[in-house]
C-alpha cells in the first residue's frame, strides 16, 4: 500500500502516485480524481506534504513570491502545472472596495482581484485557487490539489497536526470509477451563498444539488434546500447552548430534540464531517448531565466514528474523543452495577418479608 505518495510529480497531472485513485481530464473541469476500486467510508486515500507553507491566512503577493523563491526547480514545476482561476470577467466582481475596509487588506483585495481577472496565470491566482489550511496559515499540496469540488462530496480534507500532513478521507462509500470529491465551500449554506463561496474559483458548481429541478415539491433540490434552511435555524436556536453552556442548554426543554433534528440533518444533506462529529459529542455531554449514560455511549460513539472516519485514529484530540466514551461506558456500568445491587437487595428484602410472613 502507498498512502504517502512517494515523489512529486513533474508536470504531469495524470501521475497521482496512489493506489486508490487515478487522475483523468475532466470535461469542463481540468483534471480529477478517480477511484481505482470501491472505497469504504473512513478510509484515508492520501497524507500530502505541503510544497509551499504561509504562516498567516491574510497572505499578500509578495510572501507567496517569496516561499516560491525557496522551492526547487521540480517544486516550481509542479506548482505551475496546478490549475488556475485567472481569466475571470472583472464585470462579474464588485468594482469598489467598502470604505471600511483598511490597510493591508484593501491591498489584499485590490492583488487578489488583479490575479483573477488576468489574462496569464501567476504565483497568486495559483495559489488562491489551490491553497488549503495548514494550522492558522495555508499552503499549496501537489496531490490534495487535484480533487475537484461538490456541495455533496464523497470525500473530507483535513490538516493533521500531528503528521504534519494534509490528509484526504472517504466519507461515503465509493464504487471504483466515482469521481472523489471534496466541499470548497460550506455544504451547509443555501445555493447562492455556496455559489458565492466558490465564485473566486471561477466555476459554477453543477452537481446534483446544484442543479435538479427546484420546482418538483418532492424533489431532492427542494428537500435540500429545506433541510438546510432547518440547519441554519437549529444553529442558532442551539448555538449559544452548546459546548461550555451544555449545562444550561440541558436544562432547556426542547435543546436534546434540536440536537437530535441537526444531527439527522447533517447526515440527510450527507454532511458527515467534524461538525456532525461536534453535535454528537454535545449531545453525549448532555446525556451525562441527564444522568443517561446508556445513550450517551451510543453518542460518544458515533462521535468517535466520525472524528475516525474523517481524520483518522492519529488525529489531533482523537484521544479526548476516546476518552468521553470511555468515561461514559465507565459511568454507564458503574449505575447498572449500583442499579442491579439496589435490585437484589430489593430482591432479598421481599424474600425475607415473606419468610416473616
Ligand atoms: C483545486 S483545483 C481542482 C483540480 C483541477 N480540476 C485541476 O485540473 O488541477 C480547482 C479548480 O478545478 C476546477 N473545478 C473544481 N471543481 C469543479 C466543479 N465542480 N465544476 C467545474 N470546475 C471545477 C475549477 O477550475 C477550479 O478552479
Known amino acids: 500500500m502507498w498512502l504517502y505518495p512517494r515523489r512529486i ?22 483534471y480529477g480524481c478517480f477511484a481505482l476500486k470501491d472505497l469504504k467510508r473512513g478510509t484515508r486515500i492520501l497524507s500530502d506534504r505541503p510544497i509551499l507553507s504561509l504562516l498567516n491566512g491574510d ?14 526547480a521540480e517544486e516550481k514545476e509542479l506548482y505551475w502545472s496546478l490549475a488556475s482561476a485567472n481569466g475571470q470577467d472583472p ?6 472596495i467598502h470604505e471600511s475596509v483598511k490597510g493591508r487588506e484593501v491591498l489584499r483585495i485590490k492583488e487578489q482581484h488583479d490575479a483573477r481577472v488576468a489574462k496569464e496565470p501567476s504565483l497568486l491566482s495559483i495559489f488562491q485557487n489551490n491553497c488549503m489550511e495548514q494550522g492558522k496559515g495555508c499552503a499549496i499540496f501537489p496531490h490534495a490539489s487535484r480533487f475537484n469540488h461538490s456541495c455533496s462530496p464523497n470525500a473530507s480534507f483535513n490538516w493533521n497536526s500531528n503528521i504534519q500532513q494534509e490528509t484526504i478521507h472517504i466519507i461515503h462509500d465509493v464504487k471504483k470509477g466515482d469521481e472523489i470529491t471534496l466541499s470548497y465551500c460550506d455544504m451547509t449554506h443555501e445555493k447562492t451563498l455556496r455559489a458565492w463561496e466558490l465564485k473566486h474559483y471561477g466555476f459554477t458548481c453543477d452537481c446534483l444539488v446544484c442543479t435538479s429541478e427546484e420546482d418538483d415539491p418532492e424533489g431532492f433540490a427542494r428537500q435540500s434546500i429545506a433541510r438546510r434552511y432547518r440547519i441554519k435555524e437549529l444553529d442558532h436556536m442551539t448555538s449559544y447552548l452548546r459546548g461550555p453552556n451544555l449545562e444550561l442548554g440541558v436544562k432547556e426543554p426542547e435543546f436534546v430534540k434540536q440536537l437530535l433534528e441537526l444531527a439527522v440533518l447533517h447526515m440527510e444533506i450527507g454532511d458527515y464531517s467534524m461538525r456532525l462529529a461536534g453535535i454528537y459529542v454535545d449531545l453525549a455531554m448532555a446525556c451525562e448531565v441527564a444522568g443517561d449514560f446508556a445513550h450517551g455511549r451510543d453518542m460518544a460513539a458515533n462521535a468517535l466514528r466520525i472524528k475516525r472516519d474523517c481524520q483518522g485514529e492519529d488525529s489531533p484530540d482523537y484521544d479526548k474523543y476516546k476518552g468521553i466514551l470511555k468515561r461514559l461506558n465507565r459511568k454507564y456500568k458503574e449505575k447498572k452495577a449500583v442499579e442491579e445491587q439496589a435490585a437484589k437487595e430489593k430482591a432479598q428484602d421481599a424474600g425475607a418479608a415473606q419468610e416473616d410472613i
Open 9 to 30: 510529480y513533474l508536470n504531469d497531472p495524470t501521475d497521482s502516485d496512489n493506489e486508490f485513485y487515478e487522475i483523468r481530464a475532466v470535461t469542463g473541469k481540468g
Open 59 to 72: 497572505y499578500l503577493k509578495a510572501d507567496i513570491e517569496e516561499a516560491f523563491e525557496k522551492m526547487s
Open 91 to 96: 464585470k462579474t466582481w464588485p468594482s469598489q
